[in-house]
């Protein structure tokens, strides 16, 4: 019997602090790790509007980052400290994700690190040849 092959995804500046990748390729799915609001300096802006550009922004580097592009992306799974920061968060998943349909969307509210308002998690597929 064959298992199937992970393969990790490291992008330049989104390491992750602890022992595990920023992403990891389980035969045709991705799996990310927490994506979020650090720079690659390792700053976290204090607004939660520029910690969403910075969270989106990195979203796009990982998604890249493993060979994928945003049609891949199939869930989106995203933890904001504060409930009411979904309108905000509707903002830059529009910018985002532009074209419909969009990805399925968890929210849930989550006790984040110290200066952190909003972590996501995403799963996308490899694209299959036509």
């Known amino acids: 019997m064959t298992g199937v092959r ?3 995804v490291e992008v330049p500046g989104l390491e992750h602090p602890q022992p595990i990748p920023v992403a990891v390729w389980a035969g045709d ?8 609001p650090r720079r690659a300096d390792g700053s ?7 910690q969403l550009d910075v969270t989106f922004a990195n979203l796009r580097r990982v ?31 529009l910018a985002c994700f532009v074209d419909e349909p969009r990805p399925a969307r968890m929210v849930s509210q989550a006790d984040l690190p110290a200066g952190v308002d909003v972590l996501l998690t995403l799963t996308a597929v490899r694209a299959c040849p036509e």
Not at 44 to 50: E, G, Q, S
Not at 84 to 92: C, G, I, Q, T
């Open 6 to 8: 992970r393969t990790a």
């Open 44 to 50: 976290i802006p204090d607004a939660l509007d520029d």
């Open 29 to 36: 799915v991705l799996f990310t790790s927490p994506i979020g």
């Open 63 to 93: 998604v890249h980052g493993a060979g994928a592009t945003l049609d891949a992306v199939g869930m989106v799974h995203v933890h904001l400290r504060r409930r009411e920061d979904r309108p905000a968060l509707n903002e830059h998943w």
